[in-house]
Each structure stands twice: as structure tokens, then as C-alpha cells.
């Protein structure tokens, strides 16, 4: 079983930036597709970017794509997401999840962070 622990959110003014953090422990972390969704209020949770076990292949969601940076270091254990450009619109909670088949279903998930993007 891997565990999930998501850290950084917080409130920060549109056009400012913030670092997520999802730290994993147990399994081999290092061999997972890891990802970070999005959930706004009333809203579905949304896909925002995922990165292979290697770092060297990611994929954004277009309204992210530019801002957002996904990177990881397996030495840590560790998945961030660095986020630069804060809009309004990225208001939500935040969570980290791993996809260990890279097929895009994701197995674990971290227990979220809010972000919050005052205008």
C-alpha cells in the first residue's frame, strides 16, 4: 500500500506562486506514474497534470499548461507541483494520486491541500 501526504497549499494573491508537495511512503514509488487532480467547490474533480516514473515525460492540462511545472524526485519520494501565475479560477483542493500501470487509473490518493487565489 503506498500513503499519500500533500503539503504547500495556501492563500496567495492571483498572478503569485505556490509549491505542492506529495510525499509517498511504502511501495516502490519510484516506478509510478504519479498525478495531481483538482476539485473545486460544486465542481467535478478535474485532471491537472501527470509525470512518468522516470520525470522525463509530462502532460498538462491545457487551462494549466505554461504555469504549471510537475516534477518529482524519487530519492524523496517525493511528487510536486509548482505553480506560478495564480488565477482565481485555480481555487480548489488539491490532491496527489499514483497511477502505477500508467493507464491513467489512479490507485492511491493523497488527502488533498486547499488553494485559495484571492483576486
Known amino acids: 500500500q503506498v500513503q499519500l501526504v500533500v503539503s504547500g497549499g495556501g492563500l496567495v494573491q492571483a498572478g503569485g506562486s505556490l509549491r505542492l508537495s506529495c510525499a509517498a511512503s511504502?511501495?516502490?514509488?519510484?516506478?509510478?506514474?504519479m498525478g495531481w487532480f483538482r476539485q473545486a467547490p460544486g465542481k467535478e474533480r478535474e485532471f491537472v497534470a501527470h509525470?512518468?516514473?522516470?520525470?522525463?515525460?509530462?502532460y498538462y492540462t491545457a487551462s494549466v499548461k505554461g504555469r504549471f511545472t510537475i516534477s518529482r524526485d524519487n530519492a524523496k519520494n517525493t511528487v510536486y507541483l509548482q505553480m506560478n501565475n495564480l488565477k482565481p479560477e485555480d481555487t480548489a483542493v488539491y490532491y496527489c494520486?499514483?497511477?502505477?500501470?500508467?493507464?491513467?487509473?489512479?490507485?492511491?490518493w493523497g488527502q488533498g491541500t486547499q488553494v485559495t487565489v484571492s483576486s
Open positions: 494520486a499514483t497511477d502505477p500501470t500508467s493507464t491513467g487509473t489512479y490507485e492511491y
Open positions: 511504502g511501495r516502490i514509488f519510484s516506478s509510478y506514474r
Open positions: 509525470i512518468n516514473w522516470l520525470g522525463d515525460s509530462t
